[in-house]
C-alpha cells in the first residue's frame, strides 16, 4: 500500500473482511450488522473507532512517496522520474498523460493528496505567485480571497497591498525569516511543516466526508469531545468499554 494504488476490488474485500471479523461472522455464518460502517471510521474524540478506510490509507501512503519527490528533488529517484514523466514542468503542476507505468500512477494518485495540503513558507517571496499558490497560513482557503482593486504584480516579492481586510489579517501574521532565504513547500498541516501519513489521512478523509455532503467533520476542524476522552479513560476492561460504545450508539 506504500507503493502500489490497490484496485478498489481488493480495497473492498479487505474492508469486508475486516467487517465480518468484527461483527463475529464465521464461513457461512452471517450476523446483522447494527452499526454504518461510517460510524466505525470516525476518530474515537468523535464518538467512532477510528478504524481506518483502507482506500483513503493507501493514498496518504502514496502521498508519503509524492511528498518525498518534493521534499528531496536532487535524489536519484526524483532525478529520474522527473526526466521520465515531466522534464520541463513541475511536480505540483503538471498535468500527467494516461500512459503511465503502475508505479508512477500510484504516486500521482498520492500526488493529488499533497496538492491539497501543501503551502509556500515565504522566505524573499521571489519562488511564490500571489494568485495561485497556497501561502496564506490558515483553516480555510490558503489563496487570496480576491483583489480589492486590479492588480497586475505576479509575485509575492512585488507585494504591497491589494487584499481584503479578511487576507490582510492573516498575512501579517506571518514571520518573515530574519536571514534571506528561499521561499520552500511545507505541508500545511503539521506545525512543523513536514508531512505525515497521519495528518494526510485526516485531510482526506476530511475531503472525502465533505464531498459526500453527510456533515462530518475530523477531529482537527470540529475538536474533539471531551466526554469521549473521558470515556475511553474509564478503567475497565476494554471489550465492556466496547460494548458500552455500540450500546451509546443503539447497536
Known amino acids: ?21 468484527w461483527c463475529g461472522e464465521l464461513g457461512d455464518k452471517r ?45 536519484l529517484c ?6 521520465r514523466y ?16 503502475p508505479t508512477w500512477r500510484a504516486i500521482v494518485h498520492g500526488l493529488e493528496l499533497v496538492k491539497k495540503g501543501f503551502i509556500w513558507r515565504i522566505g524573499s517571496g521571489e519562488h ?9 497560513p490558515r483553516g480555510a482557503s490558503l489563496w487570496p480571497i480576491g483583489k480589492k482593486q486590479p492588480c497586475r504584480l505576479k509575485w509575492i516579492a512585488q507585494l504591497i497591498e491589494y487584499f481584503w481586510p479578511h487576507d ?6 506571518i514571520r518573515l525569516p530574519r536571514v534571506p532565504v528561499a521561499d520552500f513547500i511545507a505541508w500545511h498541516y503539521e506545525k512543523t511543516g513536514v508531512f505525515t501519513v497521519k495528518s494526510a489521512y485526516r485531510l482526506a478523509m476530511e475531503v472525502l466526508w465533505n464531498s459526500t455532503g453527510n456533515g462530518q467533520s475530523t477531529s482537527r476542524n470540529q475538536g474533539d469531545r471531551p ?3 473521558n470515556y475511553w479513560r474509564i478503567p475497565v476492561p476494554h471489550k465492556v468499554l466496547i460494548f458500552g460504545w455500540k450500546v451509546i450508539h443503539n447497536g
Open 227 to 229: 466526554i469521549w476522552k
Open 128 to 136: 511564490t505567485m500571489i494568485w495561485r499558490d497556497p501561502w496564506i
Open 78 to 83: 526524483a532525478r529520474v522520474l522527473k526526466a
Open 31 to 75: 450476523k446483522t450488522h447494527w452499526l454504518a460502517w461510517d460510524k466505525f471510521m470516525k476518530p474515537k474524540g468523535l464518538g467512532g473507532l477510528r478504524f481506518w478506510d483502507l482506500k483513503v490509507f493507501n493514498q496518504a501512503l502514496l502521498a508519503r512517496q509524492a511528498w518525498s519527490l518534493i521534499d528531496r528533488p536532487t535524489s
Open 1 to 21: 500500500m506504500s507503493v502500489f494504488l490497490l484496485p478498489e476490488a481488493i480495497q473492498a474485500n479487505l474492508t469486508r473482511s475486516i467487517r465480518r471479523f
Open 168 to 173: 490582510v489579517d492573516q498575512i501579517l501574521n
Open 86 to 101: 515531466y522534464p520541463n514542468g513541475c511536480r505540483l503542476d503538471t498535468t500527467f498523460s494516461a500512459n503511465q507505468s
